[in-house]
């Protein structure tokens, strides 16, 4: 499988004429060899991958790492790269411009002065947009730990209550039923507070009456979930079931829209398009979505200026909204997987308008 990953960087080499890349990011060198602790480098050339880490990593490199050779560096790791570097030739080497801070790389630059350090950019983070059925079965795994966990704290949401309360007895049920953490900050965001679609959770009291948006998430094994529900405590007023009605129905033509070869952009329009026929186009100021996995937010972007298609295997979100200054706003989101004729839905939290 981690071989199998390791393909996708075939068109970096040959794209730069590259004899390595060396990644530094956790979440790159997670998905390449497998190493899920926080320190770490990753050089991988044509035919050979070292994994470098120093004496705190290396018994946990040789339970994880896979396909790679574990090499401990000390106590300069790259000392360690400059002598791959001269041992196997590597003249031109790739590096995470979006991951490397200046001074790594004039470091770096320094020790290898015969050789070229080629910057690629964000788009190397692309090897991981499309899943594999391993990732896929984590995003689900982890997607319906955390719908349950919402699940069962339902009856703890009502008024008289603080947000703060309800994300951390979320987060409690989370790690209750084995997350290794919380995927982000909730959003717990009710009444006007609404209106922010990155209200984190305060300690507001919630009033009879009030919309309530919850954005969560949970992580396990290094993957993400990410899903929001837009519940009443109590009978909320006309307009906010309008409004409720509105995006659950925009979200549920995108949903029915999704499968491999539409554009991101034009799935985007799909739900956007919907609000604004019913005068609410001001109103959805974000994307739709984002794709998910060793990172709550990565690539494909779903948005007005998206350039993907969606491609069998992306888990995306799907997440449109309604945010009315002075009023409230509504929220609902799914994260799907693109199958072949269209997707699967991971998260499984009730999206009508409950009534708590
Ligand atoms: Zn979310
Ligand atoms: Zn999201």
Request: proline share 3%; with cysteine; aromatic share 6%.
């Amino acid at each position: 499988m981690l071989k199998n990953r390791r393909c996708s960087l075939n068109s970096f080499f040959e794209e730069y004429t590259l004899d390595a890349v060396l990644f530094t990011d956790l979440r790159n060198i997670r998905y390449l060899c497998g190493f899920s602790g926080s320190e770490g480098a990753l050089l991988v050339s044509r035919d050979s991958a070292w994994f470098l880490c120093d004496s705190r990593y290396t018994a946990q490199a040789a339970e994880e790492v896979t396909g790679a050779e574990i090499l401990e560096c000390a106590p300069i790791r790259i000392d360690t790269i400059v002598a791959l570097a001269h041992e196997h030739q590597l003249e031109r080497i790739g590096f995470e411009a979006a991951h490397t801070t200046v001074s790594a790389f004039r470091k770096l630059s320094e020790k290898l002065p015969g050789v070229e350090l080629v910057e690629l950019g964000a788009n190397l983070d692309e090897i991981r947009i499309c899943k594999d059925s391993v990732e896929i079965d984590r995003l689900a795994d982890v997607a319906t730990l955390s719908s349950l966990a919402l699940a069962s704290i339902l009856s703890e949401i009502k008024p008289g209550v603080r947000e703060i309360d309800i994300a951390l007895a979320l987060e409690l049920e989370m790690r209750r039923r084995g997350a290794d953490g919380k995927a982000f900050d909730f959003i717990v965001a009710s009444g006007v507070r609404g209106a922010m679609p990155h209200g984190r959770a305060s300690d507001k009291i919630i009033q009879s009456g009030e919309l309530v948006t919850i954005d969560f998430g949970a992580l396990k094994d290094g993957y993400h979930s990410d899903e929001t529900v837009t519940v009443a405590c109590g009978e909320p007023e006309s307009r906010a079931r309008e409004i409720h009605s509105i995006v659950r129905t925009a979200h549920d033509l995108a949903i029915c829209a999704v499968r491999p070869g539409i554009g991101c952009k034009e799935l985007d329009e799909v739900a956007r398009s919907y609000i604004r026929e019913k005068g609410y186009g001001d109103y959805f100021g974000h994307g739709l979505g984002h794709g998910i996995g060793l990172e709550v937010h990565e690539m494909p972007t779903l948005s007005p200026r998206s350039v993907t298609e969606l491609e069998e295997g992306m888990v995306v979100t799907i997440e449109p909204g309604i945010y009315l200054p002075g009023f409230g706003g509504v929220r609902i989101e799914d994260t799907v997987v693109v199958t072949g004729d269209g997707c699967r839905v991971l998260t499984s939290a009730d999206k009508q308008l409950l009534v708590l």
